[in-house]
DNA sequence: TTGAATGCAAATCGTTTGCATCTCA
DNA sequence: TGAGATGCAAACGATTTGCATTCAA
């Protein structure tokens, strides 16, 4: 047990780990950190880099990066973000937030969604004629960053 | 000028083409009718499985239906809709609304957004501390269909 | 007439798969 | 010990590019 910038208790990385029924291994602890470590979006490449970067790391190889990342989404300890870029980018799914992206140089600033907006997309679900569990959402902005403009 | 189903003014495709400042091409017009009469979001693949459907329509290259679409979606014309799938899906441009995506059978329900969400959008695109202009979003909700469920 | 659109072949990029080997639990 | 994880090479699917030719305006 730990505690992250903002004092909240945190669970360890190996408790995450075997909490979400994943084996603990080199490449998905070091796969972990750098999600920590970087607070923004990565995709696999981003990771690889990083990897190779850290000299204390065993080279590990891109295609492990690509299977942990498949496996740490499918068990819910990462989730993808939609940037609308071509590579498919992932984030810790540990706090509940959206993005706002320049579609020009790239930047991402983070929003905390207003609870207003979570009410109204519940009765939006509820509504729903075919669907009968909703569980996630997409919900990201568009548009170009006051350098950009 | 002619209408469509619900009875409101529509433009032609010519028209609609020449506004956007896109020449008129028979691949061009093939590809806005498959928008037209499918009502849902299509991909690279799906529209040139459509063209050779058709014999009326002589054989239009794949490569073509890719240029067409990325034309077609910087003119404004038709945009890129987030499925989490793996190839980009695009529709028309021209009715502002949002899915519901069953992430097992990848059934599609649309949905109208609530004005109330326009608005708290628009409250967090002015909050931001970095961006000067927002002029998109994404909002999809995934979860499973009734049939899926 | 001219810049844009097309077709074809080939290249590219991100990602996945098969298979032998290794490692965590 | 056995299921899952890894590395390597190769395959794959979606998309893009180069180049010569054709076409819309």
Redesign the interface.
Known sequence: MCMNDSGHKTISINDLLKKNGQKITPARLSILNIFIKNKIPLCALDIYKELLKDKKINNINEVTVYRNLSSLEKSGIIK?V?L?RDAVYFEMNNDHHHH?V?TNCG?I?D?KE?K??EK??E???E????????????????????VC?
Not at 127 to 146: A, D, R
């Open positions: 993808i939609n609308r706002i320049c930047l600033e929003f207003n207003n907006i109204l997309l009765q939006i679900a509504k729903s004629t075919k669907f009968k569990n909703i569980k996630e959402h997409s919900l990201e902005l568009f548009g170009t960053c006051k403009s």
